[in-house]
């Protein structure tokens, strides 16, 4: 875990990450209210969060005003994410508005525990949640910053169901969101459809 120790969180300590633009729809200014509450019960646990965008500079100040400058880390733009993925012990994509959340799924493969909300098409990704949870992740509704602090503090509290989440999310990712998968998925449709076609045909013509 060199990637880690690089962002100065030594071992044994919890690294939550987000990756997004800095902008309001991604629900960062949500994360940062919810890590008080993650440190309440897990007081080692660390933020980073890569990306760039014209939210940083009230970012950088929402952490100074929770007091939270040797807890998170604004990381800028970022070119090794992958790396980032495998080092942290929980990913966290907190968007309020989201068309897919296409992350997710690199977190997907990288056998990272997730923690999300509902927004947009994230439960396309990862499932539909009962009693905060789906199969796949940590769900809660956008723009809820206490109840995404307990979800955090709960995956951290129960690495034995993240170990069970995180295997059947890399199998579905693997199953319906890699780019072979899809273009599968794409030509069956096609197929059906001209399938279709040609019985519509035939039975015009009394075939």
Known sequence: RGCDRALGVPAGRPLLLSVGSLVP?????YLLEAL?????HFPRTRLAIAG?????????ARISDLQ????AQLLGYRQDVPDL??????????????GLGSTLID????????????AGGIPDLVGTARAGRSEYAWVVAPARAVELGRAISDALEHPE?????????????WELFTVQSMV??????????????????SSQRGE
């Open 184 to 201: 599968d998925a794409t030509i069956r449709e096609y197929r059906a459809v001209l399938s279709a076609r040609r019985s519509s045909r």
């Open 36 to 40: 008080p509450i993650v440190r309440q």
């Open 161 to 173: 169901i993240c170990a069970t989440m995180v295997t059947r999310a890399e199998h579905r990712a």
């Open 25 to 29: 729809c991604k629900g960062h200014r």
């Open 52 to 60: 760039a965008g014209d939210q940083a500079s009230l970012l950088r």
């Open 68 to 71: 939270l400058t040797a807890a």
């Open 107 to 118: 977190a997907m493969l990288a056998r990272r525990p997730i923690v999300t909300t509902t």
């Open 85 to 98: 993925l495998h080092a942290c012990d929980l990913f966290v994509f907190p968007s309020v508005d989201e």
